[in-house]
C-alpha cells in the first residue's frame, strides 16, 4: 500500500479524518450510548390504515413485572399537542395549504399504519414488547384513503374530519404564456407519468436516548436527527426548559437521507419528557418494521404532462398538472412538490411553463424529502417528453436536448418561478453543453449508436444507451456557522452545528480550514451535531452541508488568519504583510526557520497575566456564519448503457457514466462517493425499491426480505468526472452534490430500456420498473 | 441460564436470558457496540461477527448459543488497540479506498471479508461483489468497497 502523504485543502483527495473511528467499532451511534439506570422503550402502533380509535386500556401492561410506565395521548396531558409546522409554504400567488401536522400519539383517530397509539417503559427493550401484547385498543375501522385520484373524487372518506376534502395543497406557478406556447406548437407531446413510494432505509433505524440531570438541571438528548439545534431549540420550548439546559448530540448517524430530518417525530417529543418525568435515563431504537411504516417516505406523484415543440425540435413551452401524496400529515410543508415542480425546468431554456399541483392527504406514512426530494420526479417527466418528442420528430435525442440546453452566457438565469426556499429559481451559474458533450465522448456514444448496437441487436442482442441531463438546486439558505479555535497545541478545533450521517464533515470541513490556516487535515479536529459545542444553525438537507457550513468555516478561519497575522506581527515585530503561515507556524518571510508555533502564539494571546490592549479579543478564535441570498445550482448528465433480456425483463446495466458540476470540488474522492451511492440508491428506486400499499392501506413489503435494497451484485461500477464551474455565491465556490447521483437514473433508465427495446412499442411512463413490471409492459406493447 | 463463551480473545461468564439475542448480548452485555443492528431479520449483515471463525448474524442466534464458544467482533480485528493506530490490513484499504460512508454497515461488511479473504486471497472482482451481496450498504454503491478489499488483496488501485 502506498504510504500516506500528510496534504491539506481544498481540491484534494484527502483521505478522511473519521475513518479510524468508524473502522475500529469506535464511533458512537445512538443506540451504542449506556446510560445508568437506563429504561427501554416499546411503542404500540395502529394496524389499521384508518381507524376511529374508541378506547385504549393500558391497565394490563401497567402490572406487567419490569414496566414502570405505559402512556396514552390520555396520560399526556397539555404535553399533547400537534408538531409544528417545519416548512411555511412559499408565498405563491393563490395558493392553498392546510397544514395537518402529526401528533405524539393517536388520540381518536389512526391515520395511518404504524401512527404509534401508546408508550412503554420497561426495564429492558423485551419486556416492553412483552407489554404492547397486554394493551387492548378498540378501534372501528373506516375506508382508507390510499389512491391519489380517488382521495380526491366527491365522497371520498376523509383523512382529516375538519378538512372538507383531501386536498393538503394546491398551488400553480407560471412563466410566459402556455396556451400560446402550444398554439404556437409544430407538436404537442402529452403523456401520464407515474412515481411511487420507496424507503429511505438508511441502514441504521432512528433511535432516541435521554437523561435528566437532576443537579445541574440539564437535559442530554442522543438523536440520530440531522437537525440537532432545531431539536434542541424545539425540546426546551416543549418542555419549559431554557434552549442552554437541552443539549442535543447527533452523534454518527447511520445515513439519513432526509428522513431522520423530521420534526417531530412522535418519540422525539416522548423520550425526553418520559426521562424528565421518570427522573430516569429512558431510550428508544427503531426496529426495521417500524422503520418500514413509522419513518417518512417518498415519492408518489401522478403527473399530466404536455410539451409543446417546434418542428425544429426547440421547447416553446410545458404544461404540468401533477398529484402529490404527502401521507397522512403534511409537517414538511411543499418542499418536495415544489422541487417537483422546480427541477422539471432543468438545465433547458423554457419559455413558458405552467405547473399546477395539488397535494393529497392520503391514510399512509407521512412523506418528507427523501434523496432527491422530488425533484426525480420533475426530472423523469422533461426527459421523458424530450423522449417522446424526439422521436415523434424523427431527431436524435442527445440533439434535442443540445438545442435547448442553457447557453454559458444565459446566467445567471431567471426561471421566474418560486423554489422551495421562497427565493426566486435563479441558476447561479452553470456551462451545460461541454457536459453533455463530455457524457457523450466518456460512454463513445456516436460509436455505439453507429456501430456496436447494430452488431449486437443483429446478433439477437437488446442493448440499448441513454444520455438524460438534470440541475438540482442545493445550498439554500438560511444559513450556518461554524468557530475555529487554534489550540494551545497547535492543533486547531472547528465546531459547526450541522450533524453528520456520512458525508465526510469531519474532513471536508478541515480540507476548508487548513486551506486557509496552512495546516495539515489532520491537526484540524472538527465536532459537529453537539449542541453544548455550537447552537446556531437549521441542519443537514438540501446537500447545503459544504455549501453553507462549508462557507461558515472558511469565514471563521479567515478571521482566525487575521488574529494569527496580527498577534504575530506585534510578536515577531514584523510587518503583517511580510509573514507567512505554513505547516503550523508563522514566520517572516524568507526566515522559515524563525518565527512561532501556531500553539505558542494561542498562548500569548490568552496571557495569565499583564495588561490586555483594549478591544482585543483573548484567543486565537473566531466564530462566524454564513447565509446564501438562495441556493446555488449544480447539474450533471447521466449516460448509461444497458442489455435488456427480453423473455426474462431483466436488465444488466453494462456502463454507467456520470458527468456533474458541482462547482469548486473540495475532495474529489468523497464527491465521487456521493455520487457513486447516488446512482446507487436511483438504481434502486428505479428497478428494485416499491412499497406496495394495498387497497386498506396495508404496507405489503415491509421488510428487507420483501423490500429490495441493491447489492453489491447489482450496482454497477461509476465512471466520474468532475466540471467545475464556481458558484458565485459563496467563497469556496461551492455547489452541492448530496442527492445528485439519485436524481435523473429513472429517467436514465427508462429512456436506455427503451432503446434496448426499439420498434416494440415499448414506452415507460412510470417509475419504479422491477423486472415483473417491466415484462408487463413489454408484453402489453405487444 | 449461564453463558461461557470467549470473545475477541477474553472469557465470559454471564447469565442471560435464553432469548437474548447475540446481538444484543455483544452491544448491551458486553459493551461491544461496533457491532451494529440494522434489520433484525438476517438480510443486512450489519451484525456479522465472528463465530469460530465464520462469518454468522448475530441477530439471528441467541446468545446462548455461542455456549463454549470464541467469537471475533471488529473490536477484537486491529488487535484491540484503542488509540486507533493500528488498522487491520483491511480497514486501513477501508480508509485509504473510501470504501466507508456513515460508516454504519461498516463492521459487518469487515467481519463478513475476514474469512472470504481467508479463503480466496486473490478474489477477481465477480467473486468480491458475490461476497458482498449479502451485506446491504446505502450509502456507497459498494463500488469503493470492491476496490478497497482489491487495494487489501495488493491489486494496483485504481489511477
Redesign the interface.
Known amino acids: 500500500m502506498a504510504p500516506h502523504r500528510a496534504r491539506s485543502g481544498i481540491g484534494e483527495r484527502v483521505r478522511r479524518n473519521e475513518d479510524a473511528r468508524l473502522l475500529t467499532g469506535r464511533a458512537l451511534f445512538v443506540d451504542d450510548v449506556r446510560l445508568d439506570g437506563l429504561l427501554h422503550v416499546a411503542f404500540l402502533r395502529s394496524q389499521h390504515a384508518h381507524a376511529r380509535l374508541t378506547s385504549v386500556d393500558a391497565s394490563a401492561a401497567r402490572t406487567r413485572l419490569g414496566v414502570v410506565a405505559v402512556y396514552t395521548a390520555a396520560d399526556l396531558g397539555d404535553y399533547w399537542r400537534p408538531g409544528p409546522l417545519l416548512v411555511p409554504p412559499p408565498p405563491i400567488a393563490g395558493l392553498v395549504f392546510n397544514p395537518c401536522t402529526q401528533v405524539p400519539l393517536a388520540k381518536d383517530k389512526l391515520r395511518h399504519v404504524g401512527e404509534p397509539i401508546a408508550m412503554v417503559v420497561a426495564e429492558s427493550r423485551y419486556v416492553a414488547e412483552d407489554a404492547l401484547d397486554d394493551i387492548v385498543v378498540e378501534a372501528d375501522p373506516l375506508p382508507a384513503v390510499v389512491h391519489l385520484e380517488a382521495a380526491l373524487a366527491p365522497g371520498a372518506p376523509r383523512v382529516h374530519d375538519h378538512l372538507p376534502s383531501n386536498l393538503a395543497a394546491h398551488a400553480v406557478q407560471r412563466k410566459g404564456d402556455w396556451a400560446r406556447a402550444k398554439a404556437r406548437a409544430h407538436a404537442v407531446i402529452k403523456r401520464r407519468f407515474r412515481y411511487d413510494r420507496g424507503a429511505s432505509a438508511a441502514i441504521e433505524n432512528r433511535a432516541v436516548a435521554a437523561q435528566w440531570d437532576p443537579r445541574a438541571e440539564e437535559l442530554t438528548v442522543w438523536d440520530t436527527t440531522q437537525a440537532p439545534i432545531p431539536i434542541r431549540n424545539g425540546l426546551a420550548q416543549l418542555l419549559g426548559l431554557l434552549e442552554s439546559q437541552v443539549r442535543v448530540i447527533a452523534p454518527f448517524v447511520g445515513g439519513g437521507f432526509g428522513p431522520k430530518i423530521m420534526m417531530f417525530y412522535p418519540e422525539e417529543v416522548l423520550v425526553p419528557w418520559a426521562a424528565l418525568r421518570l427522573g430516569r435515563s429512558v431510550k428508544w431504537t427503531e426496529d426495521r418494521q417500524e422503520n418500514f411504516f413509522a419513518t417518512t417516505q417518498e415519492r408518489g406523484q401522478i403527473h399530466d404532462a404536455e410539451l409543446a415543440v417546434t418542428k425544429d425540435g426547440k421547447i416553446l413551452g410545458v404544461k404540468d398538472v401533477f398529484l402529490h401524496d404527502t401521507g397522512a400529515y403534511d409537517p414538511y410543508g411543499l418542499t418536495v412538490p415544489i422541487n417537483s415542480q422546480c427541477t422539471l425546468l432543468g438545465p433547458y431554456d423554457i419559455p413558458s411553463y405552467e405547473s399546477e399541483f395539488t397535494a393529497v392527504f392520503t391514510n399512509k406514512t407521512i412523506v418528507t424529502p427523501v434523496r432527491g426530494a422530488g425533484r426525480q420526479h420533475g426530472v423523469f417527466v422533461i426527459e421523458r417528453l424530450l423522449d417522446f418528442a424526439a422521436r415523434e420528430l424523427g431527431m436524435d435525442r442527445v440533439e434535442i436536448r443540445r438545442r435547448n440546453l442553457l447557453r454559458r452566457d444565459q446566467f445567471p438565469f431567471n426561471n421566474e418561478i418560486l423554489f422551495q426556499d421562497s427565493a426566486p429559481l435563479t441558476y447561479d451559474s452553470g456551462d451545460y453543453e461541454p457536459a453533455l458533450d463530455e457524457a457523450l465522448k466518456v460512454i463513445d456514444y456516436e460509436r455505439f449508436v453507429r456501430e456496436e448496437q447494430p452488431r449486437l441487436k443483429a446478433a439477437g442482442r437488446h442493448v440499448g444507451i441513454g444520455v438524460v441531463c438534470y440541475v438540482e438546486g442545493t445550498g439554500i439558505g438560511p444559513y450556518e456557522g461554524a468557530r475555529v479555535t487554534v489550540e494551545p497545541s497547535g492543533r486547531i478545533r472547528l465546531a459547526t452545528g450541522v450533524g453528520t450521517q456520512g458525508q465526510g464533515h469531519f474532513t471536508v470541513f478541515a480540507q476548508i480550514v487548513a486551506d486557509v490556516l496552512s495546516v495539515d487535515v489532520t491537526d484540524v479536529h472538527v465536532i459537529t451535531g453537539d449542541t453544548r459545542e455550537f447552537h446556531w444553525g437549521t441542519g443537514t438537507f438540501a446537500s447545503r452541508g459544504a455549501v453553507v457550513a462549508g462557507s461558515a468555516c472558511h469565514a471563521a478561519a479567515v478571521r482566525v488568519r487575521e488574529k494569527i497575522l496580527e498577534l504575530a506581527s506585534r510578536e515577531l515585530k514584523a510587518a503583517a504583510a511580510d509573514l507567512v503561515l505554513n505547516g503550523g507556524r508563522v514566520h517572516v518571510r524568507g526566515d522559515p526557520k524563525g518565527g512561532m508555533a501556531l500553539g505558542a502564539l494561542a498562548l500569548r494571546a490568552n496571557p495569565l497575566r499583564g495588561a490586555v490592549r483594549p478591544g482585543t479579543e483573548p484567543g486565537l478564535e473566531a466564530t462566524a456564519y454564513f447565509g446564501p441570498d438562495r441556493g446555488s445550482t449544480a447539474n450533471g448528465v447521466h449516460a448509461m448503457v444497458v442489455e435488456v433480456d427480453q423473455e426474462t425483463a431483466q436488465v444488466e446495466i453494462k456502463r454507467y457514466v456520470v458527468v456533474h458540476d458541482c462547482g469548486r470540488v473540495i475532495n474529489p474522492m468523497i464527491v465521487e462517493g456521493q455520487i457513486q451511492g447516488g446512482v446507487a440508491h436511483g438504481i434502486g428506486n428505479a428497478f428494485y425499491e416499491q412499497l406496495v400499499y394495498d387497497d386498506e392501506g396495508q404496507l405489503l413489503n415491509a421488510s428487507f426480505m420483501d423490500y429490495l435494497l441493491p447489492t453489491a451484485t447489482d450496482v454497477p461500477n461509476v465512471e466520474t468526472t468532475h466540471r467545475e464551474t464556481p458558484s458565485p455565491l459563496n467563497p469556496v465556490g461551492a455547489k452541492g452534490v448530496g442527492e445528485a447521483g439519485a436524481i435523473p437514473t429513472g429517467a436514465l433508465f427508462a429512456q436506455a430500456v427503451e432503446d434496448a427495446l426499439a420498434g416494440s412499442g415499448l414506452e415507460i411512463c412510470e417509475i419504479p420498473l422491477s423486472p415483473n413490471r417491466l415484462f408487463e409492459l413489454i408484453h402489453e406493447a405487444r | 441460564m449461564t453463558l461461557v463463551c470467549t470473545v475477541n480473545g477474553v472469557r465470559h461468564e454471564r447469565a442471560v ?1 435464553p ?2 439475542l447475540l446481538s ?1 448480548f455483544l ?2 452485555e458486553l ?11 438476517g ?2 449483515g ?1 451484525c456479522t461477527v465472528l463465530l469460530d471463525g465464520e462469518a454468522v448474524r448475530s441477530c439471528l442466534m441467541f446468545a446462548v448459543q455461542a455456549e463454549g464458544h470464541e467469537l471475533e ?3 477484537g ?2 488487535g484491540g ?2 488509540s ?2 493500528a ?1 487491520h ?1 483491511l ?6 479506498a ?1 470504501g ?8 459487518g461488511v ?1 467481519m463478513t471479508l475476514v474469512p472470504f479473504l481467508r479463503e480466496h486471497p486473490d478474489p477477481d472482482e465477480r467473486a ?3 461476497a ?15 476496490a478497497a478489499v482489491r ?1 487489501a488483496c495488493g491489486a494496483a ?1 485504481r489511477a
Open positions: 436470558e432469548r437474548l444484543d452491544r448491551h459493551g461491544l457496540t461496533g457491532t451494529h443492528v440494522g434489520c433484525e431479520h438480510v443486512c450489519a467482533t471488529v473490536e480485528l486491529s488497540d484503542a486507533g493506530d488498522l490490513p480497514q486501513a484499504a477501508f480508509r485509504e473510501h466507508l460512508q456513515c460508516g454504519f454497515c461498516t463492521p469487515l468480491i461483489r458475490e458482498l451481496s449479502g451485506n446491504l450498504c446505502r450509502c456507497t454503491g459498494y463500488q469503493n468497497i470492491v487495494l488501485p
